[in-house]
């Protein structure tokens, strides 16, 4: 016999979008980052008024429902780690509309971000934020994680572009925050609020984000380096030199190896290091600004500094970049992906602590990420099945953290905290910091049932990626 | 005998700094905004541990906390409409503590904005906001209200570079939010919430600057119109044509004649509406860039179009937008300046109702503003002692937030809410939307102490710029 809530359930939404069944329950019981949790049962959404419905009976039942875009989140926001309702936001029609006049674009939650890109672009505009996965991502998951991508280096982030946000609160009311300005400053920021809370203060329903002119010209430039240091330090003095480029990432030679082993690119794979860099602006600035650039790479020692003459070699270089996180994901069969970031003066200092936890670890640890911003993304390839290693991973990703932090550092540049991270909150942001997010939390969900066992550690939490 | 509260704070911060004497207590009683509230003690606080000594008094004796920088807001922040303590944060020492490496200031509160500008300038970088009233406002205030200003257009407003702030919460304890790199997504952004909540969740003691390296060139344009539509159309023209200026202002003809009877300034006085542009990046693309402009405003039908050709011409303009509020202060005793903010479309639309204001109440009612952004600043001049006058003001000003808000916009772009805006905040938000801020709030300020009287009205509390 089904639980009440779910005929509860049934009833207001329709039995064929509930769905109970296991194989559907299995589906929905992971994510891009580590752990399976089995949902009690599934709703695919399709309307405001249904995730009220939704959220309505789920508070009346006390059920734990979790929000879910399409799954590509890679710390954990969309695993339903307590059981309940997983509320799938990815069967929701797509919609962008754009207000060329106003430079703004209202979308819905279950719209691909990469719809949202190809859209803009129709307007001459761009929507800046471009996650790695905005291809297969929907533009709900990346409010809710406030989601980053290499061109946060010049234009910032998911937050910095929204401006207005429909939400549908735990308790089941529907609530506007911000607008349809770029500017507004009336009352509480919750717009800002909301976007990165991971889906533990309610669910986004719509969205209105600002877009800017598209820049009408690029020029990328890809330089490599003998060693990781002369790396950081021509990325330092680009970035000092008073040039502001759109992308600055960097991989090092693992990663290289990786993308050349799964898809031959034309990486080099001789360098410790490869940075590679896209300016944007009028042509003429920007041809300035690549003479510049490559001078300053050459100065400091790079092995070789290519600019692309056209579009295509231009795509490969980046086609390459992206290719990083599967191709690396072939080397063994499990990826713990992290985000720690720190001051953009500590990337040498990190890259330095990342090589001595690799050792004292003999942990597969390689990295890359967006260079320009402090945000490393340091992978460790590992194999679930052997509890030796994962034990070894376990104090390493611990030890990542630790690092980060004490170089004035965060846990998560921009995948969240999610499941893994939680323990590690109050080391970062001290018992205050966590109490006062805490009070929010509880006063937003005074029943705990929206998305729990996110964020906030449970009492003596620690980091497990064994069976034990 | 003094109150025993007050006598408690003396033996920590010492009787020279708790200041309870008519004289000063009038000093503290009014800021840039309406109105005159007495409070019943002054404190001068100078560090973090005396902000915690205050605060932790206060919330034992229930005394009311208002904290002030130097008193330029235009909403009433700084006001003790409830009494008890003015929290006065202008003699904390100033620091700037810049980062070269990291392009981050760390800053003391009672720091004046324009000297983080002069410190960032120093190592070829640049704090973007730029309220009018840097050269006299604490970048505390600034934080506090999350000013905007002219560069707001293309670089954003003060919560676009806050990375780390370090609060003291209602009851007295320390709290770090955000830290010190540019991407964090470590729990909820507590940074950004405070960042404009009007010091009514706790006192900023210290704040993280994000910095940028500064444009090395700039390029003003002046154009002037024979009507508001016009220059309407030029403004929209411009801003989806691709290029993003760093700033674009207009000022209306009555503010024109303000000015040059004022200080004359050699600003066009025949016109209906002059528009001023500051275009700014590398020498080679804004000389690209202004030739664009020119012919946009030329063939959109400008009167004349100016391009300075010095640097001191330019800072001409730029000095006779700034002094457009001293000026237009001149005409009459009072000036009620608002701040109401629509989608930038409809900056024609809203320029047309305040033009039927103005006509209906007879009101003397110039406009000035952000045009690029659609942060408009009506400002009605009038004489408080004028009973009938302030009556036809308040209904006037009543009727300019109505306005924003049916054009799709928001009662305030960058002034805050503060005591004047409050009766209208559930006619924008909603009920739902009210409801959570006043939760986070309550969640924060168990006891109400914190800048009470501000953003959340009373029961039936509704706007009065009468004596009654």
Excluded at 9 to 28: M, N, W
Excluded at 439 to 467: C, H, S, Y
Aim: net charge negative; glycine share 10%.
């Amino acid at each position: 016999m089904e639980a009440q809530w779910i005929t509860a359930l049934q009833q207001r939404i329709g039995k064929e979008r509930v769905q109970t069944g296991t194989a559907d329950r299995h589906s929905y019981s992971y994510d891009g980052s580590f752990g399976e949790f089995l949902p009690e049962a599934v709703v695919q959404v399709r309307s405001t008024a249904e995730v009220v419905a939704v959220m309505e009976t789920a508070n009346a039942f006390l059920v734990p429902v979790t929000p879910r875009g399409q799954g590509t989140c890679l710390s954990g926001g969309p695993l339903p780690v307590k059981g309940g309702i997983v509320l799938d936001m990815s069967q929701w029609p797509s919609s962008v509309d754009i207000t060329p006049g106003d430079l703004t674009a209202r979308v819905s939650p279950g719209t691909l971000t990469a719809a949202i890109h190809a859209a803009a672009e129709e307007h001459g505009l761009m929507y800046p934020p471009d996650p790695s996965s905005a291809h297969v991502s929907t533009i709900g998951g990346n409010l809710a994680e406030n989601s980053g991508g290499p061109r946060g280096l010049k234009y910032g982030v998911t937050k910095d572009y929204v401006i207005g946000l429909e939400v549908v609160t735990p308790e089941g009311k529907i609530m506007q925050a911000g607008g349809s300005t770029i500017k507004n400053v009336t009352g509480f920021d919750l717009t800002k609020l909301i976007v990165g809370s991971e889906g533990v203060l309610g669910v986004i329903t719509a969205a209105t984000l600002k877009l800017i002119p598209k820049p009408p010209a690029v020029q990328t430039i890809m330089a490599s380096f003998a060693s990781m240091e002369t790396a950081g330090e021509a990325i330092s003095t680009t970035l000092t030199s008073g040039i502001l480029p759109a992308k600055m990432e960097f991989i090092d030679q693992a990663c290289a190896l990786a993308v050349e082993a799964y898809q031959p690119s034309g990486l080099p794979t001789d360098a410790a290091a490869i940075v590679m860099i896209e300016l944007d602006g009028n042509e003429e600035s920007i041809q300035v600004e690549a003479r510049q650039v490559s001078q300053i790479m050459k100065e400091l020692g790079a092995l070789e500094v290519i600019e692309p003459k056209t579009p295509e070699a231009a795509a490969a270089i980046w086609k390459a970049r992206k290719m990083v996180s599967p191709a690396i994901a072939k080397i063994k069969p499990t990826k713990v992906s992290e985000d720690a970031t720190v001051p953009r003066s500590q990337i040498p200092a990190m890259t330095a602590r990342l090589a001595d936890i690799r050792e004292k670890y003999s942990v597969s640890l390689v990295v890359f990420g967006h260079a320009g911003d402090g945000n490393l993304h340091p992978n460790i390839l590992c194999d679930k099945r052997d509890q030796e290693e994962m034990k070894r991973v376990e104090l390493a990703v611990g030890e990542i953290f630790e690092a980060a932090i004490e170089l004035g550092g965060t846990l998560s540049g921009e995948h969240g905290i999610g499941t893994m991270k939680s323990s590690f909150m109050e080391q970062e942001l001290g018992a205050v910091g966590v109490d006062m997010m805490r009070r929010i939390k509880d006063a937003w969900d005074p029943n705990g049932i929206m998305n729990p066992g996110k964020i906030f550690a449970e009492p003596g939490q620690r980091l497990v990626l064994t069976d034990e």
